[in-house]
């Protein structure tokens, strides 16, 4: 089984910065996309950067140049989003995302969620 726990999250004033953590634990599995999703009110959720175990990374055209992901395998497997310039429209709650192989077969899992608001 895959745990992702998500923190980080706050209440910034537009134009400020936020760094979102994930802490991936369990055992038996190999990632292989890391993401952070996001969901605003009444809006569905969407994709706002990803990250390949080969670390090839991709970001939604809205947050490309202020957002960056990056993933450390240290000790645990964590991963990050830094985001710069923040707007009112990036106020949602950000979810940690993995796809993971785990005995043959591909999984999805997701963390609780944390919540960013970003004030005018």
């Known amino acids: 089984q895959v745990q992702l726990v998500e923190s980080g999250g706050g209440l910034v004033q537009a134009g400020g910065s936020l760094r979102l953590s994930c802490a991936v634990s369990?055992?038996?599995?190999?990632?292989?996309?890391m993401g952070w999703y996001r969901q605003a009110p009444g809006k569905q959720r969407e994709l706002v950067a990803a990250?390949?175990?080969?670390?090839?990374?991709?970001y939604a055209d809205s947050v490309k140049g202020r957002f960056t992901i990056s993933r450390d395998n240290a000790v645990t497997t964590r991963m990050y989003l830094q985001m710069n310039s923040l707007k009112p429209e990036d106020t949602a709650v950000y979810y940690c995302n993995v796809i993971a192989a785990l005995r043959g077969s591909m999984f999805q899992y997701w963390g609780q969620g944390t919540q960013v608001t970003v004030s005018s």
């Open positions: 369990g055992s038996g599995f190999s990632i292989n996309t």
């Open positions: 990250i390949t175990s080969g670390g090839s990374t991709n």
